[in-house]
């Protein structure tokens, strides 16, 4: 089994910047990718970026591009978000996500507000 927890939620104002972190645990042998996503309230859940475990190959959704970093260590089997210029809408609970061997797993998830 794989367990994902995430940290870093919490509330920011417009602008703003907050980092994300994922920490995988149990059975982490040959992670394929590791990535985020976000539900805001009402709506689906969306993808928001994903690095290759091996090669460090990174993917974002348009809307975060520039703005949003994602990163790993292999060291403490961590996946980080860098988020800044944060806004409104992306108010949101954000999951870690981890694919290895097909199978996908999920976080619980943290909440971001990003409010005045």
């Avoid at 859940?45 to 790993?72: C, H, L, M, P, Q």
């Avoid at 210029?85 to 609970?93: I, M, R, S, W």
């Amino acid at each position: 089994q794989v367990q994902l927890v995430e940290s870093g939620g919490g509330l920011v104002q417009p602008g703003g910047s907050l980092r994300l972190s994922c920490a995988a645990s149990g059975s982490i042998r040959s992670i394929y990718n590791m990535g985020w996503y976000r539900q805001a309230p009402g709506k689906e859940r969306e993808f928001v970026a994903a690095i290759t475990w091996t090669g460090g190959s990174t993917n974002y959704a348009d809307s975060v591009k520039g703005r949003f970093t994602i990163s790993r260590d292999y060291a403490k089997n961590t996946v980080y978000l860098q988020m800044n210029n944060l806004k409104p809408e992306e108010t949101a609970v954000y999951y870690c996500n981890l694919v290895k061997y097909g199978m996908e797993y999920w976080g619980k998830g943290t909440l971001v507000t990003v409010s005045s």
